[in-house]
T-cell receptor, first 114, second 109 residues
Framework: DPKIIQKPKYLVAVTGSEKILICEQY?????MYWYRQSAKKPLEFMFS???????DNQTASSRFQPQSSKKNHLDLQITALKPDDSATYFC?????????????FGAGTRLSVL | GQQVQQSPASLVLQEGENAELQCNFS?????LQWFYQSPGGSLVSLLS???GTKHTGRLTSTTVTKERRSSLHISSSQTTDSGTYLC???????????FGIGTRVLVRP
């Protein structure tokens, strides 16, 4: 059974709309992250959370807002979607917030913005 | 900014052959990890190796921290090894993983 669940697996959206990507982890980890992988680009760090608090934000745009309702949840709300937002978004977790710890990834949500 | 460069970009192997993948990085790393991304996209951590040599199964990683490089050796390749191998570092200046673009490996039967 997957220990990090991302929903949905695929998502198609129209430009200007808003979507929420869901992530839940059942590893008992204290830190959670969002990464983005665009075509022909390296996996890119977006956010890190530890004990539901934002630790680091490397996303330039305020259109991306993480939301943590529980310690094992870290959703990603994206507003005013643009075609350039098309990418696969990976949620990850680790025991604590030092990213040198082993990172476990979800299966990703592939977002296409038309 | 810090960069992680991987080579070769892609590699084709005949089953049973060995391969060596390279990772070079531009800043001092406090941690270095190798990941495997399957053709379907899923990501799995293979091993952490900030310095020295580490083995897991048919994989051996050697990191020379002072020279800012790491290698991943795959021995006796199998078709199931096909996928993309990603190198990532945590620099001494921060606390986020920076990834390379990966080496795509295809192992033919």
């Amino acid at each position: 059974d997957p220990k990090i669940i991302q929903k949905p697996k695929y998502l198609v959206a129209v430009t200007g709309s808003e979507k929420i990507l869901i992530c839940e982890q059942y590893l008992g980890h204290n830190a959670m992250y969002w990464y983005r992988q665009s075509a022909k680009k390296p996996l890119e760090f977006m956010f890190s959370y530890s004990y539901q608090k934002l630790m680091d934000n490397q996303t330039a745009s305020s259109r991306f807002q993480p939301q943590s309702s529980k310690k094992n949840h870290l959703d990603l709300q994206i507003t005013a979607l643009k075609p350039d937002d098309s990418a696969t978004y990976f949620c990850a977790s680790s025991q604590d917030s030092w990213q040198g710890n082993t990172l476990y990834f979800g299966a990703g949500t592939r977002l296409s913005v038309l | 900014g810090q960069q992680v460069q991987q080579s070769p970009a892609s590699l084709v192997l005949q089953e049973g052959e060995n391969a060596e993948l390279q990772c070079n990085f531009s800043s001092t790393a406090t941690q270095l990890q190798w990941f495997y991304q399957s053709p379907g996209g899923s990501l799995v951590s293979l091993l952490s190796n900030p310095s020295g040599t580490k083995h897991t199964g048919r994989l051996t990683s050697t990191t020379v921290t002072k020279e800012r490089r790491s290698s991943l050796h795959i021995s006796s390749s199998q078709t199931t090894d096909s996928g993309t191998y990603l190198c990532a570092i945590v620099s001494s200046a921060g606390n986020k993983l920076t990834f390379g673009i990966g080496t795509r490996v295809l192992v033919r039967p």
